[in-house]
C-alpha cells in the first residue's frame, strides 16, 4: 500500500511570507494529523482530523496557522504570516479505523530566514 | 498535563553493545505506549507498540517494556549495529489517540 504522501519535501520562505504543505493519506484512513517537530525536540500535535472535522485544534496557533480537510481526504497545512520560529518539519500521520497505529510520511522541512 | 522525558539525550556506543533507552512520564493514565525511530530527514517509522495491560514487546533484537505504576518504560537494544543509529522516541497513546511524544534519544553506533 502507498504511504503517506507530503509536499513539498522543503521550503525556505523569509519572515513574513505565506507557505502551505500538503499531505496526501493513505487511502481509508479516516484521521488524519499535523505534527510540528522542532529541531532536537519531538514532534507537537498542531491538529487532529477525523474524516473533514477537526477533532483537536488546541495547540494550533491559530492567528497564523490554518489547516483545512475539506473532502476528508487530503489536507493542507498554511502559515500566514511565517515567523523564525516556524522553522521545523511538519509531519502527516494517518490512522485506520480502529487500528493503534499511526503512518507517518516523511515530513516538510520548512526554513524561515 | 502529560509530561514525557527520555534521557539521555544522546547515546554514543561501540557496536556490538547491548543498550537501554529510557523514557518516564508523568501521567500513567495512558492507552498505550509506541517506541518510533527516526533517521535523518526522514519521518517517523514505528518499532514496537505496548497496550496499556501489557508489560512488554518484543521484535527481533528489540524489546521495549512499560511500567505504568513508576511512570517508565524502556527500549532495550541487544548486539547493537551501526544500522541502528538513529533517533528513538516513545509516545504515549491518550485519549482519540492522540500521541504525545518525548523528545528523543539520539543514539550513534560505532564500527
Known amino acids: 500500500e502507498a504511504g503517506v504522501a507530503q509536499s513539498p519535501r522543503y521550503k525556505i520562505i523569509e519572515k513574513r511570507q505565506s507557505v502551505a504543505f500538503w499531505c496526501n493519506p493513505i487511502?481509508?484512513?479516516?484521521?488524519l494529523y499535523w505534527y510540528q517537530q522542532i529541531l532536537g525536540q519531538g514532534p507537537k500535535l498542531l491538529i487532529q482530523f477525523q474524516n473533514n472535522g477537526v477533532v483537536d485544534d488546541s495547540q494550533l496557533p491559530k492567528d497564523r496557522f490554518s489547516a483545512e480537510r475539506l473532502k476528508g481526504v487530503d489536507s493542507t497545512l498554511k502559515i500566514q504570516p511565517a515567523k523564525l520560529e516556524d522553522s521545523a518539519v511538519y509531519l502527516c500521520?494517518?490512522?485506520?479505523?480502529?487500528?493503534?497505529?499511526?503512518?507517518f510520511g516523511a515530513g516538510s522541512r520548512l526554513t524561515v530566514l | 498535563k502529560q509530561e514525557v522525558t527520555q534521557i539521555p539525550a544522546a547515546l554514543s556506543v561501540p557496536e556490538g553493545e547491548n543498550l537501554v533507552l529510557n523514557c518516564s512520564f508523568t501521567d500513567s493514565a495512558i492507552y498505550n505506549l509506541q517506541w518510533f525511530r527516526q533517521d535523518p530527514g526522514k519521518g517517523l517509522t514505528s518499532l514496537l507498540l505496548?497496550?496499556?495491560?501489557?508489560r512488554e514487546q518484543t521484535s527481533g533484537r528489540l524489546n521495549a517494556s512499560l511500567d505504568k505504576s513508576s511512570g517508565r518504560s524502556t527500549l532495550y537494544i541487544a548486539a547493537s549495529q551501526p544500522g541502528d543509529s538513529a533517533t528513538y522516541l516513545c509516545a504515549l497513546i491518550q485519549g482519540a489517540q492522540k500521541l504525545v511524544f518525548g523528545q528523543g534519544t539520539r543514539l550513534t553506533i560505532n564500527p
Open positions: 505496548i497496550q496499556s495491560s501489557q
Open positions: 487511502s481509508g484512513h479516516a484521521t
Open positions: 500521520a494517518s490512522r485506520k479505523p480502529g487500528a493503534n497505529v499511526l503512518t
